[in-house]
């Protein structure tokens, strides 16, 4: 691990982010930075807030907890994502990180972990797909996946 890859370094760019950026939350990361906190903080959580219908057709990070912000198929909020992540994720000190496709329902998800009493909610910046790209296409530019981190589909 590199200098600026230590847990500290990483935790303290992403609050730096967080400022920069005027977020509610802890901070913001990147998905590279996200993977090496699951692997060095031991009660590290990263939870995909995507929908069911993501995690089966699209692919899930092993290890992560599966939670859904919005279900499917309608699309609405899940009115019990708070009492789903209580249930599933120890409030402690260690970082809890949001992902979804793109980053945006992962930043809500943040905000309302923060609400709800995590101290260390962190948004990964780029989501499991990323932006699209020219063609309109995703997986191209950014995120998990582009980023050759691991991930399963099915």
């Known amino acids: 691990m590199m200098k600026g890859d230590s847990v500290e370094g990483i935790l303290a760019q992403a609050q730096e982010r967080a ?12 998905p590279r930075e996200a993977h090496v906190l699951m692997q060095n903080v031991p009660e590290a959580k ?3 807030v995507r929908t069911q219908a ?3 057709y699209v692919g899930h990070i092993p290890e992560s907890v599966l939670i859904e912000w919005n279900t499917y198929p ?3 909020r899940n009115p019990r994502f708070v009492e789903h992540l ?15 496709r793109s980053g945006a329902r992962s930043h809500h998800a943040a905000v309302a972990a923060t609400r ?18 020219p063609q309109g296409h995703r997986g191209t530019v950014g995120g998990w996946r582009f980023a050759g981190l691991p991930w399963v589909q099915g």
């Not at 400022?19 to 990147?30: D, E, T």
């Not at 209580?86 to 979804?100: D, E, G, I, N, S």
């Open 54 to 56: 993501e995690w089966d």
């Open 86 to 100: 209580q249930a599933r994720v120890a409030k402690t000190k260690a970082p809890v990180m949001f992902l979804c």
């Open 116 to 133: 709800a009493g995590y101290p260390n909610s962190y948004n990964v910046l780029e989501g499991f797909e990323g932006e699209k790209d």
């Open 19 to 30: 400022k920069a950026m005027n977020l509610p939350y802890a901070g913001a990361l990147l």
């Open 74 to 76: 309608s699309g609405e």
């Open 46 to 48: 990263l939870v995909d």
